[in-house]
């Protein structure tokens, strides 16, 4: 008989958007007249750069000749991209980085879901609490998790550093040892960054203990403060324990186009084996590369005109980020994020809990939002709205919310 992973079984069911979905199409059908607005999930919503879709639409018209035609490209990425890679998201920033150890995929999510592959179920795994939850199902998955307790919604066996106010939504290094560290920032679903001093801690940590940092910079594109380290590598010593993953979905709206990638530094060697040799033997086995066309598209990301038009949309996201903290605050409301990334943060007012909270934005303000406690128990008094809207649809939300709190 076939047996399962039975780790699988321990999964709590996904609730949060599925719960978000069920309570808005609830609100819709009871409410046919109200035209709801949605700063809820995390998708981008403005067209790809021209740059991008001119190099895409070159790249097809190659596809359809003897001579330009591309079957089964290597797995790591095409030399083009991770070149152009290496020159513009790190030698411009001071870090060198060879194209070797960049492995260009089809996303963020399923390389940070992935990369588990070259890791011991042994290994002590920390994270984030709030956090994005593909870092801890996946470790469900692979039994690095133990049980789920329902009451506490912790599973077992994981270290959860919380994120509060009162940190600044950036964790403290757990007192016991742990041996994969979950990085985001900015943070999905604070919006939160951490500081040069806080990411040099980190590394120094994971150096002296053998950790490995799993760096996620999904949202990297959105820093605008000077003094943010837009890469883990910009710390020295990282390149010997931590793993960086990047994507073109929030830089370059590339969420439904699908390309990004993770840098294993050559350096980088836990039980006498290079993590690089490691990922790029799964990467061999189980991936077979992203299409050309979408390689030629992001290669276009980094173009004089495409960097130029990509900076345009990210700015535009930026504004609303400003109009959402602006009328929030006004409101009367807590908030953070937002200003090096596309979330902002808004502590619920008088001690609400996070779902009554989205409800009152849901009916009172057709507004829909994200409850934090989705995301983990420490994001309990929280909503999570994202900058990724329409710019008119933000403000008149934003006008909705300071009318009904006002
Ligand atoms: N990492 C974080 C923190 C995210 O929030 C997301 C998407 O929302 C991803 C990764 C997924 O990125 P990709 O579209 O490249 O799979």
Not at 58 to 72: I, L, P, R
Not at 130 to 149: E, H, I, K, L, S
Not at 228 to 251: D, L, M, N, W, Y
Request: proline share 5%.
């Amino acid at each position: 008989m076939a047996t399962i992973n039975e780790n699988y079984l321990k999964l709590p069911g996904s609730y949060l958007f599925s719960e978000i979905a069920r309570r808005v199409a609830a609100y819709a059908k009871a409410n046919p007249d109200k035209s709801l607005i949605k700063l809820g999930i995390g998708d981008v919503t403005r067209p790809l750069a021209p740059a991008v879709t001119e190099a895409m639409h070159k790249a097809v018209d190659e596809m359809a000749t003897g001579a330009g035609f591309h079957g089964y490209g290597p797995e790591q990425g095409y030399e083009f991209l991770r070149q152009a890679i290496a020159q513009h998201d790190y030698a411009a920033r001071g870090v060198t980085i060879a194209p070797d150890e960049i492995f260009v995929s089809d996303g963020a999510k399923s390389d940070c879901g992935n990369i588990g592959d070259i890791f011991g179920v042994d290994n002590v795994v920390a994270v984030c609490d709030p956090v994005y939850p593909v870092y801890v199902d996946t470790n469900a998955m692979a039994g690095r998790a133990g049980d789920y307790d329902e009451a506490s919604q912790h599973w077992s066996k994981l270290v959860y550093m919380p994120c509060t106010a009162e940190n600044g939504f950036s964790p403290a290094i757990p007192e016991e040892k742990v041996d994969l560290i979950y990085l985001c920032f900015p943070n999905n679903p604070t919006g939160a960054v951490a500081s040069r001093e806080q990411l040099e801690a980190w590394v120094a940590y994971a150096n002296e203990n053998d950790a490995v940092i799993l760096y996620d910079s999904a949202y990297e594109a959105f820093i605008t403060q000077g003094d943010v380290p837009h890469t883990i590598f910009e710390i020295e010593g990282a390149k010997t324990c931590a793993i960086e993953f990047r994507s073109f979905s929030k830089t370059a709206g590339f969420t439904g186009t699908r390309c990004a990638y993770t840098v294993v530094p050559k350096e980088l060697v836990r039980g006498g084996a290079s993590l690089n040799s490691l990922w790029n033997r799964r990467q061999c086995t189980k991936f077979n590369g992203v299409p050309y066309v979408v390689q030629r598209g992001a290669e276009a990301v980094y173009s004089p005109e495409g960097q130029a038009q990509v900076k345009e949309t990210i700015a535009y996201y930026q504004r609303n980020a400003q109009v959402i903290r602006e009328g929030l605050t006004k409101a009367g409301l807590t908030v953070s994020g937002g200003v090096n990334a596309p979330y902002i943060w808004v502590k619920t007012p008088e001690g609400m809990g996070s779902w009554e909270f989205f409800d009152l934005l849901l009916e009172k303000a057709n507004v829909v939002t994200t409850p934090g406690a989705g995301f983990g128990p420490s994001g309990e008094g929280y909503i999570r709205v994202t900058a990724f809207g329409d710019a008119q649809a933000t403000q008149e939300a934003v006008a909705r919310i300071v009318s009904v709190l006002g």
